[in-house]
């Protein structure tokens, strides 16, 4: 048993089994190429013309001296550089429960990589999943061996000498296993920025933070060029073992907040940087983060860049700002490091609409112009005096539905709410979010409670906030479900505080609801066709 080189091969390693001795055949009968082709020179003969048939199966010595057949050298394929026999995937595979037949094929990625196919043939009744499949594979064969994609048959198609019909397998149409409804958007700055880096690297959309990088269609060579850019976009350094030992966003991401920066996490964020349009800047709502954004930037495409401006204080090793007014400064300075001069098309959800008023004034007291001032169902707030009680169980409330929980999902009536403390019910709606998957697993009771001290900041400076009056025009995007008890303001009281005039759009759903699906496809379509009439006057 030899391989390419003719070199001897190990026991349990795969070679070609070559035949030699007395009883081997001269050659072909009048087929002088096909005989220099299978009979060559015996290397390890001391008999001069000695030579060996190559029979073309390739087999492994068993430690009990048995020889396993794995497959035929035809069946032999390269991917990504290695060597490897299907048939011996192929005998991995039916050896699984569930499946009765298996074959394996070599096809191209939309990018033209070689992957593996795996055609299984299930057993009847069996229910394994194509999931299942890979993961069964990949506790018994190396990683360069894993299939790309499992793809079901009710038979295998057979060839008129019953021999197995390949290309009609070929031409079998492969379909993303995967369905969106188990996809799991990230929950913060980190698992968006490897989401993005995972999306370049793989050539995949969309990616959820569960998805397995190697499911995906990821390799160790690729691997390599995910810690790489880890590195160069985050600033910090992961052993290239991390991505084998959690192969997923949310794992990864895990591993990168253990090794936060000293700085923290930035004000400006990405959400959907590409696009060679006027870049769109949409601020955060009371609870800081930008996360909210994800659905409505997915929306608007990726022929405009969309930022968001998150809030400082979200790691502990940040203070937060307790001023509307140094929250506009800091977040200037923060969005002139890729747009030095305007027009600005700036926007932003709920308190984020207060504190981008704030910076258009801010802005055009700068010489900067402002072409569009986008306020998602957002009202200034009459304001109070600093000392003002807060009503704890309120706020933790309005925290949860910040979050993206409904009250629904809360699962607890308003007499049990009241009847828990404030520590209990932010240790309740915590567990909530990771139920339902809003924030990571790893969210510890001491991340979520400076969360909510963020929040309650945001909150107080609201509440002390004294806008303004202005002369520019406002674009107000308002949710038609209204839970103001008063009679409703049509401007949301920013009539009042501007003599421009006050655009207003209606979208369907609540406050709450308008930056989520299904409405925000709505919202996004109306915003759409505002920032392209901004861009153009």
Request: with cysteine; glycine share 10%; aromatic share 6%.
């Amino acid at each position: 048993v030899l391989d390419e080189q003719m070199q001897v091969v190990p026991v349990g390693v795969v070679g070609e089994l070559y035949i030699g001795g007395d009883g081997l055949a001269r050659g072909y009968l009048n087929r002088a190429e096909l005989t220099a082709e299978k009979f060559v020179p015996h290397p390890y003969s001391e008999q001069a013309g000695a030579r060996l048939y190559r029979t073309g199966d390739m087999v492994r010595w068993r430690a009990g001296g048995e020889l396993e057949f794995v497959g035929r050298r035809d069946g032999q394929v390269k991917v990504r550089g290695f060597r490897i026999e299907v048939g011996e995937v192929e005998a991995v595979l039916v050896g699984h429960s569930g499946i009765r037949e298996a074959v394996v094929l070599v096809r191209e990625d939309e990018r033209g990589d070689k992957r593996l196919a795996a055609y299984v043939v299930k057993e009847a009744g069996s229910e394994v999943t194509g999931g299942e499949v890979k993961e069964y594979l990949r506790e018994r064969l190396p990683e360069y061996m894993q299939v790309q994609w499992v793809v079901e048959v009710e038979e295998l198609p057979l060839t008129p000498n019953g021999k197995v019909d390949r290309r009609a397998l070929q031409a079998i149409e492969i379909e993303v296993e995967r369905g969106k409804e188990s996809l799991i958007e990230p929950r913060d700055v980190v698992e968006l920025q490897l989401m993005h880096i995972w999306e370049e690297l793989l050539d995949v959309r969309p990616v959820g933070v569960r998805d397995d990088f190697f499911m995906l269609g990821g390799h160790s060579l690729l691997a390599v060029r995910l810690m790489a850019r880890i590195q160069t976009s985050l600033g910090q350094y992961l052993p290239l073992a991390s991505v084998f030992q959690g192969a997923t966003i949310e794992k990864l991401a895990s591993l990168l907040r253990e090794r936060s920066h000293d700085n923290g996490a930035p004000a400006l964020v990405g959400i959907q940087p590409r696009g060679d349009g006027l870049p769109f800047f949409c601020v955060h709502p009371g609870g800081g983060n930008v996360l909210c954004y994800k659905e409505l930037a997915n929306h608007l495409g990726l022929e405009r860049p969309f930022y968001g401006l998150q809030a400082r204080g979200l790691d502990e090793n940040q203070v937060p700002h307790t001023r509307i007014e140094e929250m506009a400064a800091y977040y200037i300075g923060a969005i002139r490091t890729v747009q030095p001069d305007g027009p600005y098309l700036l926007g932003g959800w709920s308190m984020g609409g207060v504190i981008a008023y704030e910076m258009a004034q801010q802005l055009e007291a700068q010489g900067q112009q402002v072409s569009l001032l986008a306020l998602m169902d957002a009202k200034p707030m009459q304001p109070v005096e600093d000392d003002a009680p807060f009503d704890e169980i309120t706020l933790l409330t309005n925290f949860a539905r910040d979050l993206g929980l409904s009250v629904d999902s809360l699962k607890l009536s308003a007499d049990e709410l009241a009847g828990l403390n404030s520590e209990e019910l932010l240790s309740y709606v915590l567990q909530r979010a990771i139920v339902e998957g809003i924030v990571p697993q790893d969210v510890q009771l001491a991340q979520a409670r400076r969360l909510f001290e963020v929040f309650k900041i945001n909150v107080q400076a609201m509440q002390s906030y004294r806008p303004q009056p202005s002369a520019f025009a406002l674009t107000l995007l308002s949710a038609a479900e209204r839970e103001d008890s008063e009679a409703p303001d049509e401007t949301m009281g920013w009539g009042a505080l501007t003599s421009g005039e006050v655009e207003i759009h209606r979208v369907p759903g609540s406050h709450f609801t308008i930056v989520r699906e299904p409405h925000v496809r709505s919202l996004a379509e109306q915003l759409a066709d505002c920032i392209n009439r901004a861009e153009k006057e």
